[in-house]
């Protein structure tokens, strides 16, 4: 089993910056590298992906996000970060982080990750 919980969500306004995190735990005797990602859900719309790490460290990003979001981990404290610069009010929704996906193609793909964070929400006013 994974454990996973978000901070970091808020209020800003448009132009401005928010860091997301993620505490992993319960994983740590696992012998490979986790990939994880962060996806976000806006009411009435479906669950995207917006950032991942796939298991050998390479990142990958929606395209509404890139140039704009950027993706990282710190190992030695089981943390995913999410830095999101020059947000937007289409930014708005609850944020999500997930771990254990096959990788791949399938990093940013919501239904192959079996554990999920509670979320965080991010509001982005204009």
């Known amino acids: 089993q994974v454990q996973l919980e978000e901070s970091g969500g808020g209020s800003v306004q448009a132009g401005g910056s928010l860091r997301l995190s993620c505490a992993a735990s319960g994983h740590t005797t696992r012998r490979y590298t986790m990939t994880m990602a962060w996806f976000r859900q806006a009411p009435g719309k479906e669950r995207e992906g917006v950032a991942g790490?796939?298991?050998?460290?390479?990142?990958s990003y929606a395209d509404s996000v890139k140039g704009r979001f950027t993706i990282s981990q710190d190992n030695a404290k089981n943390c995913l970060y999410l830095q999101m610069n020059s947000l937007k009010p289409e930014d708005t929704a609850m944020y999500y982080c997930?771990?254990?996906?096959?990788?791949?193609?399938?990093?940013?793909?919501?239904?192959?990750?079996?554990?999920w964070g509670q979320g965080t929400q991010v509001t982005v006013s204009s």
């Open positions: 790490i796939d298991s050998d460290g390479s990142p």
């Open positions: 997930a771990a254990d996906a096959p990788g791949g193609a399938l990093l940013l793909r919501p239904q192959w990750y079996p554990y």
